[in-house]
């Protein structure tokens, strides 16, 4: 993920995250290998951002950048339903309401897309720098994100999936041969890490679900894939 920043001191580079569930994951399995969910912080791309903090002090100056993209877009615009959702957006940021905070229908959204106004990308308004790792947990369930994990002495992995997203995404998220072989999946709940020792008791005391491919993903939650390419 990227993230934007509009007025904060947030230094520009790649930042790891570390949740409480990832770091019972190394202490449980001790793996040769580490990898933590990693974002990185862009400067003011905000163009070029999946979302977006900003300082509060300098919300009007934020959303002024889609005032002055509204306006100068409903001079030239002559479809009727463009201009509809173009006053629409504007009747919410003069009344300093961010777009990522408004609902939108299935056809708006499209147009949005392509116009692609700064406060509709998820937004997170700070009245300084905090903590980073703090503050990515906070961008991530802004922009409707959870992570999950695999793990086992190799590797311990976080990845992201949107809140919604099935175990079969999930599977593609690691690697495409997972989803295309898809077979089943098995579930454990990171909350249920002080239950078991390792997989093999987890899986004798019942704490391992088997599920199908439109089983729909819970935050926190370890998965491995069985497939067949």
């Not at 173009?86 to 959204?109: G, I, P, R, W």
């Not at 949005?112 to 106004?117: D, G, I, Q, R």
């Not at 949107?162 to 593609?172: D, F, Q, R, S």
């Amino acid at each position: 993920m990227k993230i934007a920043t509009f007025g904060l001191d947030i230094q520009p580079g790649k930042s790891k995250y570390t949740s409480e569930s990832f770091e019972k994951l190394v202490k449980k399995f001790s793996p040769k290998k580490v990898s933590p969910y990693v974002v990185e912080f862009i400067g003011e791309e905000l163009q070029a951002a999946d979302a977006i903090v900003f300082d509060l002090k300098k919300k009007l100056d934020f959303i002024f950048i889609d005032l002055e993209k509204i306006e100068t877009r409903l001079g030239r615009v002559s479809d009727e339903g463009e201009r509809a959702l173009l006053l629409k957006c504007q009747e919410f940021l003069e009344k300093e309401t961010l777009l990522c905070e408004c609902a939108f229908s299935a056809q708006e959204q499209a147009f949005l897309k392509v116009l692609a106004p700064v406060t509709w990308k998820p937004s997170v308004g700070k009245e300084s720098a905090p903590d980073t790792n703090a503050l990515i947990k906070e961008v991530l369930d802004k922009a409707g994100i959870l992570l999950f994990y695999t793990a086992g002495d190799k590797e311990v992995h976080a990845w992201e999936l949107k809140k919604g997203g099935t175990i079969l995404e999930a599977a593609g998220k690691i690697h495409t041969d997972l989803a295309r072989g898809f077979i089943k999946g098995e579930v454990t709940a990171c909350a249920d890490l002080d239950k078991f020792f390792n997989m093999a008791e987890a899986r004798a005391k019942g704490l391992v679900k088997t599920v199908e491919r439109d089983y729909i993903m819970e935050p926190d939650s370890i998965i491995e894939i069985k497939f067949s390419v």
